[in-house]
């Protein structure tokens, strides 16, 4: 059986997706949001999120992402490494994919020869869905939001609690907040577009596009996230939410780093995956 191909930055993607546009006091200054990730094992894991105009950079302790959304351009930043990338985000999509498939054509190679037809037709399958625009076919259900009349106060900010079911299956518990959002202003139908192609689908991902879910966060901005995993809850948290003047050069790769090549960056991508945002399930 082959196994489903890694996904770099689905939790960077599921960050961005839970924050939608909702006027706020000052649209021209940014926001920073600092949120905590605790896993089912207890683990865990801090993310920073900055905002201003049409920028957006998404930073945890090994990788950098930042989203020009006037342009369209991504730019991803190693620190460790101290190199970065720069370019269009569905060229890194095409590139994953074929680096994935030239994988999992290696893999196949190696099995024997009556295994061989049946892991091609999955491989096919997998690849055919990392190149696919749609997300509807994620979906294994009728998706369903259910308020739960529970409320806390998050960061400061009261906020409310839903329940997201696909059929009977209970996936996540979400704390919405109606006083704040950082992405006022900001075009989310392009930040989804842009992020996508830096993910592969998953059902988490699907339900989070759904015009039910935006239906309920394009009124509000979600301060606290519980997903439902086989090993446990894994819960992501505002920690922090601050609404200053962010210098223009955060938005910038540091210019003693490296440009790399996307290649090169790919090698990282696949190499480093499990080490980012460790508590955060598929």
Not at 13 to 26: E, K, R, W
Not at 82 to 105: A, R
Not at 141 to 148: D, F, H, R, V
């Amino acid at each position: 059986m082959i196994v489903q191909p890694v996904k770099k930055y689905r939790m960077i993607a599921i960050t961005l997706i839970l924050m939608v546009c909702l006027p706020v006091t000052n649209l021209f200054a940014g926001w920073v949001i600092v949120e905590i990730n605790q896993n089912s094992n207890g683990m865990m894991s801090m993310q920073s999120t900055f905002i201003q105009r049409d920028m957006v950079r998404i930073e945890t302790n090994e990788t950098i992402i930042i989203l020009d959304l006037q342009k369209e351009e991504i730019c991803l930043i190693y620190p460790t490494r101290m190199v970065y990338w720069k370019g269009n985000p569905s060229d890194f999509k095409e590139s994953m994919v074929q680096t994935v498939e030239s994988q999992i054509i290696t893999l196949i190679e190696q099995l024997p020869f009556a295994e061989r037809e049946a892991n091609r037709k999955e491989m096919d399958k997998i690849i055919s869905q990392m190149r696919s625009d749609s997300v509807v076919q994620w979906l294994p259900g009728k998706l369903m939001l259910s308020e739960t009349g529970k409320s806390d106060t998050i960061a400061g900010h009261l906020s409310y609690c839903y329940e997201i079911y696909i059929d009977s299956t209970l996936y996540e518990k979400v704390w919405v907040s109606n006083s704040v959002n950082p992405f006022a202003g900001i075009d989310l139908t392009r930040m989804m577009a842009m992020t996508r192609e830096l993910t592969s689908p998953t059902v988490i991902g699907a339900y989070r596009e759904s015009e039910e879910y935006l239906g309920l966060i394009r009124h509000g901005f979600v301060m606290k996230s519980v997903l439902s995993t086989p090993l446990g809850e894994s819960t992501t948290k505002v920690e922090s939410l601050r609404n200053i003047e962010i210098r223009p050069e955060i938005f910038l790769p540091p210019i003693e780093y490296r440009p790399a090549g996307l290649a090169e960056i790919l090698q990282m991508t696949l190499h480093d995956f499990d080490q980012i945002k460790p508590g955060r399930p598929e």
